[in-house]
């Protein structure tokens, strides 16, 4: 659809709210020859347990029903894996559910976990995310990925993901980044910055210190992107777990409420029709209307370069949980850095800059966790883990592990989950001299994108520290 | 262990008829260590899907006959009444009423441009078009959809005006028998097997 009705713009009224009681996550790796993918969901599961002083069996205790997110059957070459992972939990014979959205796979199964707490269905429920895509050769991992394009009109055409990312960069870049080098060097700078803070984090898969001509010299995989603007391919685990207020507070004295939230756009880009802009709470009805004259080519909405998928999942968050400037309403987000390009765009899509100036983000230095230029923190740090950059992309686990991220800040406990020695020993990493600590102190508020396909699907996350709740929520 | 007479189907009264082989047994090999510790087993497979078009056939048909179809909303009721699709939809995403085949071989021919592009070395298995492979997204006046496509000569370029070819000799019936060339290209520039 192209024009909505009142009914399809509600904002989501959940019957009352949902807390994330904790969380925890395996090593990632692009490939753990040694480890079952069960031995790295009960990994994610004693780590989230341990969180909150409990035993496995203490916590399980508590769960009612589960909800599991793993993308790709044809990876992992087992088909109701789910089965497999609820036995080897030892979470038989309760309820439980596979999720498969893409990329979006891991949001997506926060969002039905959600839902259930909301309605009643379970007062305690588990959200688990995996993924193994160390099972084939990286060539064979290329074509399984895009096969997640169009059978028929798209994958036949070089069996390639990145390459159907490739001609929304070359679009954006003509059309918004006008073909200037600078803004190349602004792309490239997202990959270093994200490679930069998985030097800081003993799950992420690749730290790397980098500067932009490493990235602008790195192997072109799609013109204009290069190696170093993508994702990673991984194999690892995440998992949290939600419970409504009285059960949270059963579990541990520092809950903080959870608000979900989806949208979706066509599988082919082919297939989105010009339309006008949805507008969020920050934005006005004129504000878009010169578009195309300050930048030529920039009037056709979302075309290869928006994803309408995110502005909506954003647009029922915000009115959620009562955002109306994610940039002064919230005090970091983990994006869905798939590619440098596409972070890019998601900044505009859920309103951290307006249509057009999403490179402003980066060039004001506001991403990051110290401002470059001012030496002051940043204004909305995002993707301190590392992301799908520096992190790890094991598709399932990818939206949970930005939860977690988040939610680590906000509970003032990233620097002792991420100086630990042990875990960086135990992980089989070294811990970097100059490790620093990340933790975005004063966090109240924050948020994690979650994003399939060129933007089929996008859930938004909203996590807040129940003393800093915005006023104006739905 | 070979992978000879591989499958072939046909329908006959409604029904898909199979013959020869559409998978094909390879034994495993152990994953050690360099330890000689074992880790896993390598799990071969080989095997062929059978694909409808269903209300798409009439599309893949078409390209050998160097014709581009697309389809458009003929519903007068519809919003988007009169709305053109190419990719070729069997619905209308609006009233969901069955649409109306269009030919839009003349329009591409006379109205096609890119509207994005990229070029990559770089592919993943399965692959069969030559490399460098030059995506362009095809956008067409009066169409309301982008057509994702490959440039078969010449460099793309934004705004570039190109028309389509066809792989009329040796079609493979897939999209890849429908490619692009820079319009004024002539016919003895193109790839084997394709035509204007
Ligand atoms: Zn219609």
Avoid at chain 1, 48 to 56: C, D, G, H, L
Avoid at chain 1, 229 to 258: H, Q
Wanted: aromatic letters at 10%; charged letters at 20%; a negative charge.
């Amino acid at each position: 659809m192209i024009k909505f009705s009142k009914q399809q713009l509600k904002i989501p009224q959940m019957s009352k709210p949902v807390y994330l009681v904790t969380g925890g996550m395996s090593k990632f790796d692009r490939a753990i020859p040694e480890k079952r993918t069960e031995e790295l969901v009960i990994d994610a599961f004693l780590e989230a347990a341990e969180f909150i002083k409990k035993s496995p069996e203490e916590l399980k205790e508590y769960i009612h029903s589960c909800y599991y997110g793993h993308f790709a059957d044809h990876f992992g070459d087992q088909l109701l894996g789910e089965a497999v992972i609820h036995d080897r939990l030892g979470l038989d014979p309760l309820g439980n559910v596979g999720i498969k959205t893409g990329g979006a796979t891991g949001g997506s199964t926060i969002w039905e976990a959600y839902k259930a707490v909301a309605s009643g269905y379970s007062d305690t429920a588990l959200a688990m995310g995996w993924e193994r895509m160390d099972e084939v050769p990286t060539d064979e991992g290329n074509h399984y990925i895009a096969s997640a394009a169009d059978k028929d009109w798209e994958t036949p055409l070089g069996h390639i993901y990145t390459g159907y990312y490739a001609v929304m960069a070359q679009k954006y870049w003509q059309v918004f980044g006008k073909e200037e080098e600078s803004f190349r060097r602004t792309l490239a700078e997202i990959a270093v910055k994200n490679k930069g803070y998985a030097r800081m984090n003993p799950h992420a898969q690749s730290p790397m210190n980098i500067t932009v001509e490493d990235v602008l010299n790195s192997p072109t995989v799609a013109h204009p992107l290069r190696a170093l603007d993508c994702c990673l391919m991984s194999v690892g685990a995440s998992c949290v777990i939600l419970a409504d207020e009285k059960t949270a507070y059963e579990m541990t004295d520092n809950p903080l409420l959870l608000y979900t939230s989806a949208g979706s756009h066509t599988l082919r880009v082919a297939d989105r029709r010009d339309m006008d802009i949805p507008l969020l709470p920050n934005e006005s009805p004129d504000q878009y209307k010169d578009l195309g004259l300050r930048f030529p080519g920039g009037d056709r909405y979302p075309g290869f370069t928006g994803f309408l998928a995110a502005r909506m999942a954003a647009y029922y968050a915000y009115g959620m949980a009562g955002i109306v400037d994610p940039t002064e309403d919230l005090d970091l987000v983990e994006l869905h850095d798939a590619f440098t390009i596409s972070d890019i765009q998601t900044y505009e899509d859920i309103g951290i800059r307006p249509y057009g100036e999403g490179r402003t983000y980066v060039e004001s230095g506001d991403c990051y966790h110290t401002n470059p230029f001012t030496g002051q923190p940043g204004k909305l740090p995002a993707n301190l883990s590392g992301g799908l950059i520096g992190c790890m992309h094991a598709v399932g686990a990818t939206g949970i592990m930005q939860v977690i991220e988040v939610a680590q800040h906000i509970w003032g406990r990233w620097s002792e989950m991420h100086a630990d020695e042990a875990k960086w020993k135990r992980f089989n990493r070294e811990k970097p001299d100059d490790w620093t600590d990340l933790q975005v102190k004063g966090a109240k508020r924050g948020m994690a994108i979650s994003h399939a396909g060129v933007g089929s699907h996008v859930t938004a996350t909203v996590l807040v520290h129940p003393d800093h709740q915005l006023k104006g929520r739905g | 262990m070979s992978t000879q007479n591989r499958g072939t189907v046909k329908v006959e009264n409604g029904r898909y008829r199979v013959s020869g082989n559409f998978h094909y047994a390879f034994p495993n090999d152990p994953i050690r260590d360099e330890n000689g510790k074992l880790l896993g087993i390598t799990n071969p497979a080989d095997m062929t899907h059978i694909h409808a078009y269903g209300g798409e056939a009439p599309f893949f048909e078409n390209l050998s006959n160097a014709k581009l179809l697309g389809t458009k909303c003929a519903n007068p009721k519809c919003e988007t009444y009169g709305s053109v699709y190419i990719p070729y939809r069997i619905h209308c995403p609006d009233c969901l009423m069955r649409n109306e085949e269009v030919d839009l071989t003349d329009l591409a021919r006379k109205g096609a441009s890119v509207h994005t592009f990229m070029i990559t070395e770089r592919t993943g298995a399965f692959n069969t078009l030559e490399k460098p492979i030059r995506f362009v997204n095809v956008e067409f006046e009066g169409v309301s959809t982008i057509l994702m496509g490959y440039l078969s000569v010449g460099e793309p370029s934004i705004g570039m005006k190109v028309v389509p070819i066809f792989q009329t000799k040796n079609p493979t019936f897939t999209i890849m028998d429908l490619s692009w060339v820079p319009a004024g290209t002539s016919a003895d520039e193109l790839p084997e097997g394709f035509s204007l």
